[in-house]
């Protein structure tokens, strides 16, 4: 049993990991099971006391089927619960499904969302082609100056403030504490893609939000095998209602991506010490570059957000943006001329990626307000050893 004294590592190493109690394996098992035997109709095995106050996540009250409930998703649910520092965790089949899960949760027709100028193109996609066509209106806004987003909420009010910090792809930062304050002072939710950042880095919930959010296919899996997703809350009146919304549409977790997920969490902290590492080496080559015109990180003191991270984050991630003093032609050559960057979507992985997000992760939003820069390339700065990635960059930037 962890107690909330643990660290973070040993918290992801261990909460929701207890011991198998049948065999002793010292990993949770993969339950790949979709039904439970039930001891006479309603007598349902493995529950754990529904509310108890021992730890997070101790919420179920037995199994009878797997897309309501399943021992190895409730194992990394449990996990990503305190790792947060939240009272309750769900896990998604993927991050799209844990924004649209949490979204149709809280909104109903005619209820309204603020969301990022600069946030992920899927993000956008839901907001503008699906959750429109309910109903659902949208509004991108500069999430890193809290003067605009009060000033759209006294405009129009809505039903939640949705912020990445820092965002997909040009590495914007909000200040989170502020943020609450202003949403919950206009009676809005504020919901937080974590993603970026992941728990080591980051704990909205400590600084006033009311949702993590997260694509765990990125720093929480670590290892580009696994696509999910999660929600990490502390009111347990919103937990139920996520709980039954998951539950009624469907879009859990599977038990062997809950597996992976766990293997990968346990070595966050580690991961994330080294990708920051790397990615500050990274930005710094950039930014004295003369193919360079442009570094987008945190951790450069020139960075517009490096003050308001600093103060939130332990340390400012692993992902680079910059533009190419060529133009959108010598960006897409870039992404082609590396050897150990290898081009592909997704970030967060322990081998680093390189892409061209105008033509790639963000061509949903091409024609919007949130379309980004047609010369920007995006690294994701993985945990290889930094002076191969730094010589892979100058060569290919020629
Ligand atoms: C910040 C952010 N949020 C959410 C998502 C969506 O997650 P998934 O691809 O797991 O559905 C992504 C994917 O790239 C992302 O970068």
């Given amino acids: 049993?962890?107690?909330?004294?643990?660290?973070?590592?040993?918290?992801?190493?261990?909460?929701?990991?207890?011991?198998d109690p049948l065999t002793g394996a010292v990993v949770p098992p993969i339950y790949q099971v979709s039904t439970y035997k039930q001891d006479g109709v309603g007598g349902l095995r493995g529950g754990r006391e529904q509310g108890a106050t021992d730890g997070p996540g101790r919420w179920i009250e037995g199994y009878d089927y797997s897309r309501s409930a399943n021992p190895t998703r409730g194992a990394l649910e449990e996990c990503l619960a305190a790792l947060e520092g939240g009272t309750r965790a769900f896990a998604f089949a993927s991050g799209m499904?844990?924004?649209?899960?949490?979204?149709?949760?809280?909104?109903?027709?005619?209820?309204?969302?603020?969301?990022?100028?600069?946030?992920?193109?899927?993000?956008?996609?839901?907001?503008?082609?699906?959750?429109?066509?309910?109903?659902?209106?949208?509004?991108?806004?500069?999430?890193?100056?809290?003067?605009?987003v009060r000033a759209a909420l006294r405009d129009q009010p809505a039903r939640v403030v949705w912020v990445e910090t820092p965002t997909n792809p040009l590495l914007s930062v909000a200040d989170i504490a502020a943020l609450a304050e202003?949403?919950?002072?206009?009676?809005?939710?504020?919901?937080?893609?974590?993603?970026?950042?992941s728990p080591?880095?980051?704990?909205?919930?400590?600084?006033?939000?009311?949702?993590?959010?997260?694509?765990?296919?990125k720093y929480i899996g670590g290892h580009s095998d696994v696509v999910g997703g999660a929600l990490i809350?502390?009111?347990?009146?919103?937990?139920?209602?996520?709980?039954?919304?998951?539950?009624?549409?469907?879009?859990?977790g599977a038990p062997f991506d809950a597996w992976l997920t766990l293997r990968g969490v346990k070595t966050l902290g580690v991961r994330m010490d080294r990708h920051c590492?790397?990615?500050?080496?990274?930005?710094?080559?950039?930014?004295?570059?003369?193919?360079?015109?442009?570094?987008?990180?945190p951790g450069l003191a020139s960075h517009p957000g490096h003050e308001v991270a600093a103060k939130q984050m332990r340390?400012?991630?692993?992902?680079?943006?910059?533009?190419?003093?060529?133009?959108?032609?010598?960006?897409?050559a870039v992404c082609g001329r590396t050897r150990l960057f290898t081009l592909g979507e997704s970030?967060?992985?322990?081998?680093?990626?390189?892409?061209?997000?105008?033509?790639?992760?963000?061509?949903?939003?091409?024609?919007?307000?949130?379309?980004?820069?047609?010369?920007?390339?995006?690294?994701?700065?993985?945990?290889?050893?930094?002076?191969?990635?730094?010589?892979?960059?100058?060569?290919?930037?020629?």
Avoid: K
Wanted: glycine share 10%; charged share 20%.
């Fill in 1 to 19: 049993m962890q107690v909330s004294t643990d660290g973070f590592e040993t918290l992801a190493i261990h909460a929701g990991q207890e011991p």
């Fill in 97 to 148: 499904a844990a924004e649209d899960c949490l979204l149709r949760t809280v909104c109903r027709p005619g209820d309204h969302v603020l969301i990022p100028h600069d946030a992920y193109g899927g993000t956008y996609r839901l907001a503008d082609r699906v959750l429109r066509n309910w109903g659902v209106s949208y509004q991108p806004v500069p999430v890193s100056e809290p003067a605009a």
């Fill in 182 to 197: 202003i949403a919950h002072e206009a009676g809005a939710l504020l919901a937080v893609d974590n993603t970026f950042a």
């Fill in 200 to 217: 080591y880095l980051q704990q909205p919930l400590a600084l006033g939000a009311d949702v993590a959010v997260h694509s765990t296919t």
């Fill in 233 to 252: 809350v502390t009111d347990s009146g919103l937990g139920e209602e996520i709980a039954y919304i998951q539950n009624a549409t469907g879009a859990a």
């Fill in 277 to 297: 590492q790397n990615a500050q080496r990274v930005a710094d080559l950039l930014a004295s570059h003369p193919a360079v015109t442009e570094v987008f990180y």
């Fill in 315 to 332: 340390g400012f991630g692993g992902i680079v943006s910059f533009r190419s003093a060529g133009g959108e032609a010598e960006a897409v």
């Fill in 347 to 398: 970030l967060g992985g322990v081998e680093s990626l390189i892409e061209h997000p105008g033509r790639m992760t963000h061509a949903s939003a091409a024609g919007s307000v949130l379309e980004v820069p047609a010369d920007l390339v995006r690294l994701s700065v993985g945990i290889e050893t930094g002076e191969d990635l730094l010589e892979d960059l100058r060569s290919a930037l020629g």
